[in-house]
């Protein structure tokens, strides 16, 4: 699978961004085989969980630090996972990144994702 992420830019604090990643699969296959996932990466810090959304969509996780703020959502029809992010802060600055797992359940574990996008920057001023 190949994932292609989109929607970042800059915002003003206390707005809101929808970010998209689209996959490309395999003649046969959706992106409903693959478990989702949005991570972020700041400047000089780790690439950290955000948010992971189940094959179905019916299930998701999400980091503490976005909880109530973001929300995961996947259109498989379209092969297209979505991160809605609202109420942003200076902190979210960072490139997010969507990922694919070929497991079974949501995870934050960034080492079980099998695939990852190329990234889209988010930046969020004060």
């Known amino acids: 699978v190949q994932l292609q992420a989109s929607g970042g830019g800059l915002v003003q604090a206390g707005g809101s961004l929808r970010l998209s990643c689209a996959a490309s699969?395999?003649?046969?296959?959706?992106?409903?085989?693959?478990?989702m996932g949005w991570f972020r990466q700041a400047p000089g810090k780790e690439r950290e969980f955000v948010a992971s959304?189940?094959?179905?969509?019916?299930?998701?996780v999400y980091a503490d630090s976005v909880k109530g703020r973001f929300t995961v959502s996947r259109e498989n029809t379209k092969n297209t996972m979505y991160l809605q992010m609202n109420s942003l802060k200076p902190e979210d600055t960072a490139v997010y990144y969507c990922?694919?797992?070929?497991?079974?359940?949501?995870?934050?574990?960034?080492?079980?994702?099998?695939?990852w996008g190329q990234g889209t920057l988010v930046t969020v001023s004060s």
């Open positions: 959304i189940s094959r179905s969509g019916c299930g998701s």
């Open positions: 699969v395999a003649s046969g296959r959706t992106s409903s085989s693959y478990v």
């Open positions: 990922a694919a797992d070929r497991n079974n359940w949501p995870t934050r574990n960034k080492y079980e994702y099998d695939a």
